[in-house]
């Protein structure tokens, strides 16, 4: 029962995370290859929250779901971690687009500028 509650916490999170990344990099707004990295990164993250208990249990001999050793702690624990990295790596993605955007209008500034000077000579 306890690990159906950790998974139902965090899938929506991932889930969210892969969709946030899936929207950008339709929008051109991530590489290819930014967005290979971060579809690696939370599918990692999926896989790893889905199946590392039950391969624990199993190789310590109980059975796959059996989780009276997950505590309230460690579920919200785990849960605080995610959403973590999921907000972090929001930030990360937003300051990159913003200084991306800054280096376009630079750039145009530039080019305007250059003109202006061009023309009262």
Do not use: C
Not at 57 to 80: Q, Y
């Amino acid at each position: 029962m306890r690990y159906l509650v950790l998974i139902l916490l965090n899938v929506p999170i991932i889930l969210l995370a892969l969709i946030n990344i899936i929207t950008q990099y339709k929008l051109k707004k991530v590489s290819a290859g930014r967005f290979r990295h971060q579809i690696i990164i939370w599918l990692s993250a999926l896989i790893i929250i889905v199946g590392s208990f039950p391969i624990y249990n199993i190789m310590n001999g109980r059975a796959p779901l059996d989780s009276h050793e997950l505590s309230l702690f460690d579920i919200v624990e785990i849960t605080a971690i995610i959403f973590l990295i999921y907000i972090v790596n929001n930030q990360r993605q937003r300051a990159d687009q913003t200084e991306k955007r800054l280096r376009d209008l630079h750039q145009e500034l530039s080019i305007r500028m250059s003109k202006d000077e061009t023309k009262k000579h």
